[in-house]
């Protein structure tokens, strides 16, 4: 009797196995390599630490919004500072802010009414050694080892109406913001008509920068802090 011979639908078996096992792999793989990022090849990922960042961080104003400038501490110094123009502007308020590295101080100006001119008064802003007398030859008390001298072209009214003066600045004459770097400011009186000058206490000697912005027109001054 013949013996029987296996069956040769035994090894096709075998290979077809084989190869849906292949073809599975390849597709796991092609599935595998199309999760990711939606961006083309070679283009970086954008930073969350650097998204929207320029190198410049905007000047907050004295309540914490938003002011014209820059924060990076350059171009501050100890030496006096001079600047502005002839003009003489109404004083319409004095005000005070602390941020992370500086403290600011803000006079900010009005024009008169009847005068066309705009713009920034003629300022001087400079370190002068304790204990200070006003005009009078009266001592100034103001809190803080060091003092800053601030004296600009300005007035408290307005005085081109042709009917009389009209008062403007009806603000204190005294500040106590009580921040790190300064301590208290006073406006004390002048030698000159149409000169005020604003006494600021420091508590330390630091490097101060004046800046000159305009709508509305003011003089600001940022101190460092230590």
């Known amino acids: 009797m013949r013996r029987a011979s296996e069956s040769p639908w035994k090894g096709k078996s075998l290979l077809t196995a084989l190869l849906a096992l292949f073809l599975l792999a390849l597709a796991v793989l092609a599935v595998g390599c199309g999760r990711g990022s939606s961006k083309p090849s070679g283009e970086a990922e954008e930073s969350e630490s650097d998204a929207g960042w320029s190198g410049e961080e905007p000047y907050g104003d004295e ?15 100890y030496g006096e500072t001079t600047g502005g123009t002839e003009e003489v502007m109404v004083l319409e308020g004095i005000r005070f802010g602390d941020h992370a590295t500086y403290e600011r101080l803000v006079i900010q100006f009005a ?25 009078e ?11 800053l001298e601030i004296t600009f072209n300005g007035n ?11 008062q403007v600045y ?9 921040y790190t770097v300064i301590k208290e400011a006073k406006l004390v009186p002048a030698y000159e ?3 005020m000058i604003l006494v600021v206490g420091l508590g330390s000697h630091a490097p101060y920068k004046v800046q000159e912005l305009t709508s509305p027109p003011r003089i600001v001054v940022d101190v460092a802090k230590p």
Not at 113 to 127: E, Q, S
Not at 156 to 166: C, M, Q
Not at 170 to 178: A, K, N, V
Request: hydrophobic residues 25%; negative net charge.
């Open 193 to 195: 008509l149409n000169t």
């Open 156 to 166: 408290k009214a307005d005085l081109s109406p042709p009917e009389g003066y009209v």
């Open 137 to 147: 030859g009266n001592p100034v008390l103001v809190e803080g080892k060091y003092l």
């Open 170 to 178: 009806t603000g204190p004459d005294e500040f106590s913001p009580g």
């Open 111 to 135: 024009p008169q009414a009847y005068n066309p001119h705009y713009g920034i008064p003629r300022y001087r802003v400079r370190y002068l050694t304790p204990p200070y007398e006003d005009a």
């Open 63 to 77: 309540a914490g919004g938003k002011e014209e400038g820059l924060t990076e501490l350059k171009g501050f110094g």
